[in-house]
């Protein structure tokens, strides 16, 4: 019989009742050290006293009055957005998925406005850019597509990183480039910056639009407060969500005045984005995330645990073949099976997550303790020793 849940994911048994800081209690009582922050969702941590007290606050004014109306708290992380990034102009969703939906509708409508429509995405094999029919159609693998046709047409994915691919295939008919400077689901992989430069040269030569996919890689992820600044390039038009909202649901795209001019009263809209429990709760999120106090941290943590890692590929060569990723965005590429990895982290109560490409994801707060950071070598290490034993 089926499960009350439609059974679409392939679920692990555990089920926490808690969470403070890196750590999450199961219901029988079991601490678990998280190295996955629900997708590097929680960014600073589960329970976060600052986020608590924001949300607490909010709650008891005002949740919801819908964008019949303006709404201050919108406006207030707009503007934060606005000052602390390339963009003139946010729209505020709930998930990642709705930003690759108006992300499209802008890049389409920009051109449309232009009086020269211009329907082809290019984007990368290995992006994923949400659920939505859309967003499977945008990233185009068997896995996610399968069943749904007919997919909605206008998306071509080329080989991941070939620059000689994207030059092959960009013309004055692409409508946007869209990448993930660095892939999450795919297995942390990143895009060098020199490519990065290249594919804004190349879609400034012709006219097209690029989208940055920053979901997953944005929001300090990596040091920086979005991983595009690495390569010191902007996009037309960026996607975030997961860490913006620290938990909560919430998710903005970013753009350019020139890449927004389509998207005028009318076009496009959200009962529940830009709600103000979910603004204020961001803007508390992007105020602590943008200090560059704190940045500099995650880059030193970063480096911290990546030594780490890179030791125990060293001593375990049989396990793990190569660390991956920035800053606290970090992978690593398995030589044994990946869910193998995870599955027996499981039983050093120690939380990853598997991605593509035979890697496992460690995604931990941004605001980890060193001495947690420690904790995890050390439980990454026992996973290994037993893997090596089996
Ligand atoms: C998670 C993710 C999405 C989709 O976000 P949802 O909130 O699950 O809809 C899109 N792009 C990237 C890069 C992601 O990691």
């Not at 902007?234 to 998207?263: N, R, T, W, Y």
């Not at 398995?334 to 598997?354: F, I, R, S, W």
């Amino acid at each position: 019989m089926i499960s009350a849940v439609l059974p679409t994911y392939n679920r692990a048994p555990m089920a926490f009742v808690q969470g403070e800081g890196s750590w999450l209690t199961a219901e029988d009582g079991t601490r678990y050290l998280d190295l996955g922050s629900g997708i590097a969702v929680n960014a600073l941590g589960h329970a976060n006293p600052a986020l608590v007290q924001t949300l607490t606050e909010q709650a008891q004014k005002l949740w919801h009055v819908s964008n019949v109306y303006r709404i201050p708290e919108q406006e207030a992380l707009a503007q934060l957005l606005v000052d602390t990034t390339f963009a003139d102009t946010v729209f505020f969703t709930n998930s990642g998925t709705e930003t690759a939906e108006l992300a499209i509708k802008m890049a389409r409508k920009y051109h449309y406005d232009k009086g020269q429509p211009r329907e082809e995405f290019l984007a990368f094999e290995g992006a994923f850019h949400g659920r939505s029919t859309g967003a499977i159609a945008l990233a185009g693998s068997e896995k996610m597509t399968k069943g749904y046709g007919p997919l909605m047409p206008g998306f071509r994915q080329l080989p991941f990183g070939d620059l000689e691919a994207l030059k092959a295939a960009i013309s004055d008919k692409t409508c946007a480039v869209i990448v993930e400077p660095i892939q999450g689901e795919g297995g942390i992989r990143a895009l060098s910056d020199a490519f990065l430069r290249e594919m804004r040269a190349l879609c400034d030569a012709h006219g097209a639009l690029l989208i940055f996919d920053e979901v997953q890689c944005g929001m300090g992820r990596t040091g920086r407060l979005f991983a595009h600044e690495w390569a010191g390039v902007a996009p037309d038009i960026m996607m975030v969500a997961k860490g913006i909202g620290g938990g909560f649901p919430l998710g903005a795209v970013l753009a350019s005045e020139q890449a927004a001019s389509g998207m005028v009263a009318g076009t496009h809209g959200s009962t529940y984005g830009g709600n103000p429990l979910g603004c204020a709760v961001g803007a508390k999120v992007v105020q602590i995330i943008s200090d560059p106090a704190f940045l500099a941290e995650v880059s030193r943590k970063g480096a911290l645990l990546r030594q780490g890692l890179e030791g125990l590929v060293a001593s375990h060569p049989a396990v793990f073949a190569e660390v991956r990723g920035q800053g606290l965005m970090l992978g690593l590429k398995c030589v044994v099976t990946n869910t193998d990895v995870v599955k027996e982290g499981y039983g050093q109560h120690l939380l990853t997550v598997a991605a593509a490409d035979n890697a496992i994801r460690i995604l931990p707060a941004l605001n980890i303790p060193d001495e947690d950071i420690a904790e995890a070598l050390k439980r990454l290490d026992a996973v290994a020793a037993a893997l090596e034993a089996a």
